[in-house]
């Protein structure tokens, strides 16, 4: 029978103690003996993560919330937390940014917090279906994405805890999600861990506003919402600490558009 991880399963390492996966209809760790279960094609890293394990765990797999995601929800999202209120950051900037950037690499790519699949797809004409990897914590989310992308490689798993060996990947895209993670340092340092040397980090997210009335409303939005803005240096910190090299940084109103680089040595 061939392994649920496919032509990947090389690649994928157990999250728990990073051990040998046996393979079979069920992926074992060779080591904490730990299984993975497989859903629809879908190897899940993180089974005892539920839609009752916290509130934005339910948000994330409540069925009207990711059917709105897209053509709603995100929109109005990206228009408030990047203050896009001229449009100057727009889907075909998101588009080209990641064509400059992360087109040119070699080996496997990961969509990290793929969500609905949006991306996935830039992602997937960029460098190809059978080099890309998506992986997000919603079921719901990977259903919608796999639905639209079927010949994507989907699996379930936590960014602070990503189930991929060191050094096997050729780059890592976190878009519009790393400003969600619980801890996103931690999601940084595992995205340096699994990049080859040379591999390449984009990522979308959110710069803290400076003005008081503006940060106010983000300060209340994270506390109420679990979203957290950044501070460029602070986000320089965490990757120069990861052991990334910091290529480009910047982007339009509060849109934090970035690229690092693993040194070659």
Same mark, same amino acid.
């Given at each position: ?105 070699? #080996?496997? /790519? ?7 699949? $949006?991306?996935?797809? @830039?992602? +997937?004409? =960029? !460098? ?96 109420? #919402?679990? /979203? ?7 986000? $320089?910190?965490?990757? @120069?600490? +990861?052991? =990334? !090299? ?20």
């Amino acid at each position: 029978m061939s392994s649920p991880l496919q032509a990947h399963a090389h690649l994928f390492v157990c999250p728990r103690c990073r051990g040998k996966l046996l393979e079979g209809p069920e992926p074992t760790c060779s080591q904490c003996r730990t299984p993975f279960p497989v859903q629809d094609g879908v190897v899940d890293f993180v089974p005892e993560l539920t839609a009752s394990t916290n509130v934005s765990q339910a948000i994330l797999e409540n069925p009207m919330f990711v059917a709105l995601y897209e053509p709603l929800i995100r929109v109005n999202f990206v228009r408030l937390m990047a203050r896009n209120f001229n449009g100057a950051l727009t889907p075909e900037l998101e588009d080209a940014y990641l064509q400059k950037f992360l087109r040119p690499v070699d #080996g496997p /790519v990961l969509d990290l917090a793929c969500g609905a699949g $949006r991306w996935t797809r @830039t992602l +997937a004409n =960029l !460098v190809g279906v059978e080099r890309l990897i998506a992986l997000d914590l919603s079921r719901a989310m990977l259903e919608a994405a796999k639905e639209v992308l079927p010949n994507v490689f989907f699996v379930r798993g936590n960014a602070q805890q990503l189930p991929l060996s060191d050094a096997s990947l050729g780059a890592v895209s976190c878009w519009n999600s790393l400003q969600l993670l619980p801890n996103p340092s931690e999601a940084i340092r595992e995205v340096s861990r699994c990049l080859k040397p040379g591999g390449v980090f984009t990522c979308f997210t959110y710069r803290r506003a400076r003005e008081p009335l503006y940060g106010y409303f983000q300060s209340t939005f994270a506390r109420n #919402g679990g /979203v957290r803005p950044f501070d460029e240096e602070e986000l $320089r910190q965490w990757l @120069t600490q +990861a052991g =990334l !090299v910091v290529e480009d940084l910047g982007g339009p109103n509060l849109a934090l558009l970035l690229t690092a680089r693993k040194p070659t040595s």
